[in-house]
């Protein structure tokens, strides 16, 4: 336990703002094995009860609550470092620290990212690259883009994380159908529009500290348009050193523009005919595949590195690696259909598979599920591995086979591996360059 004394006493202890859903238990399990004393600030106790030393009681959607709540405990308690997993809670986490004197981020920073038209805009000013954008207030507004816009355009609300509500359309009547259910869903005018970028998706795990990039490594996503849902993930990248050497560049010079100092960061970006193009900057764990590939990958433990992060313990420089232990490939589990998840069948030879490193559902039995346009919903997710990319291919060809989920309705059980078949045959590919890697048409 590293941050237990010779004693076994806890030493070090964490603050985390709000503990997410019971699907984030391995973090807790990492925070409790590192020793650590664990506070913390939710609006009840949990399913984290096992592992927190200390509640904080508040609701952290109410600022001012939260942080008077915290006021009153700091009176009697100590605490180390700040942490949060959870993106709607990223700009609390970043004024404690600020207001307190912790290492993270600023609460500018933070609210910069999470809007994605001041980040944007942000880009923009900074000369860094960004795809061109317009944020409309009102219907009328859209025979501007119309005009001034090449289609196919993406559209998207100013604020969220995990792709939800973000969309491709092809032409003026989508726009305007898919613009009125975003102002419905969300109340209000302000909708962001953008040029679609065509290319490779990646995502950039990094840790830096004190300005400096201790670790980045890079995995490429498997995007399902038009509602961008995430179909898998590499570990890692497929890229070639050139590209994936461009991409790190690009991250650090956004990073060093916006002032993240102090942070775990999930970047997302796209690899254009152009170059790099940043998507998104989040100041916490990616979700999901993230962390398990990317300690299996190259040994390095995000959450372990966040941490570190927040108490102030120094991390060694590992910066951008493309060489691994092994490569990891995932497929995502989504629902066909809207309904109620009635069953899965997963055959019972998978575990003892050796390239099968993880499956896991986030849906129980009989919860009620959302297929896009109508929601976002992973059923769950499975990961295997090999020696390299096509080996570890071939073998989640196998893996799928072995599951299978059903959604009340459809009276038939689903292959996964039928619908990835039937998705990718339809998909129509994109080079990206003479030189460009043409993972799209390889990798599912």
């Excluded at 650590?36 to 399913?47: A, D, F, G, Q, T």
């Excluded at 999470?114 to 880009?123: A, D, E, L, M």
């Excluded at 929601?375 to 071939?394: I, N, T």
Aim: hydrophobic content about 40%; aromatic content about 10%.
């Amino acid at each position: 336990m590293l941050f237990k004394d010779k004693g076994k006493s806890k030493t070090k202890s964490i603050l985390v703002v709000n503990t997410g859903p019971a699907k984030k238990e391995f973090i807790f399990k990492k925070l409790h094995s590192l020793g650590l004393r664990i506070y913390c600030l939710h609006r009840e106790k949990n399913w984290a009860q096992k592992y927190a030393d200390q509640w904080i009681i508040a609701d952290t959607n109410n600022e001012e609550e939260s942080l008077a709540a915290l006021k009153e405990f700091l009176k009697v308690k100590k605490i180390d470092g700040v942490i949060t997993f959870w993106e709607q809670d990223v700009e609390l986490a970043a004024k404690i620290c600020e207001q307190y004197g912790f290492a993270g981020n600023s609460y500018e920073v933070a609210n910069k990212v999470r809007n994605k038209y001041k980040f944007r805009s942000f880009c923009q000013k900074h000369s860094l690259p960004y795809p061109k954008y317009k944020v409309i207030n009102q219907v009328k507004d859209l025979s501007e883009v119309v005009a001034s816009f090449v289609f196919p355009l993406v559209i998207k609300p100013k604020v969220g994380s995990n792709s939800l509500d973000v969309q491709k359309v092809e032409n003026p009547k989508e726009l305007l159908k898919v613009y009125r259910n975003l102002v419905k869903k969300y109340h209000q005018g302000e909708i962001l529009i953008e040029e679609f970028l065509a290319g490779p998706e990646v995502d950039l795990d990094i840790l830096v500290q004190a300005g400096q990039v201790k670790f980045c490594g890079i995995s490429d996503n498997k995007m399902m348009e038009p509602y961008f849902v995430e179909m898998g993930r590499v570990t890692p990248s497929q890229l070639s050193q050139r590209q994936q050497e461009e991409l790190i560049q690009m991250a650090e010079k956004v990073l060093g523009e916006l002032g993240v100092i102090n942070s775990l960061v999930h970047f997302e970006a796209r690899y254009t005919s152009k170059g790099p193009v940043p998507i998104e900057v989040n100041l916490r764990l990616g979700g999901d595949e993230v962390y398990p590939s990317t300690k299996k990958a190259w040994n390095v433990d995000l959450i372990e590195g966040a941490v570190r992060i927040a108490l102030g313990l120094e991390l060694p420089v590992k910066k951008f690696k493309t060489i691994t232990n092994k490569c990891l490939v995932s497929y995502d589990f989504l629902a066909q259909r809207s309904g109620k998840f009635s069953a899965v069948k997963i055959n019972s030879k998978l575990k003892s598979q050796l390239f099968y490193e993880k499956i896991q559902f986030l849906k129980n039995i009989g919860d009620q599920v959302l297929a896009p346009p109508q929601g976002w919903d992973y059923l769950g997710w499975v990961m295997v591995s090999g020696k390299d990319y096509q080996e570890a291919r071939q073998n989640l060809d196998q893996a799928v086979g072995m599951v299978r989920c059903q959604i009340r309705g459809n009276n038939r059980f689903s292959s996964g591996l039928r619908k990835l078949k039937k998705i990718l045959k339809s998909e129509i590919f994109t080079k990206i360059g003479k030189n460009a890697y043409s993972y799209l048409t390889r990798m599912f």
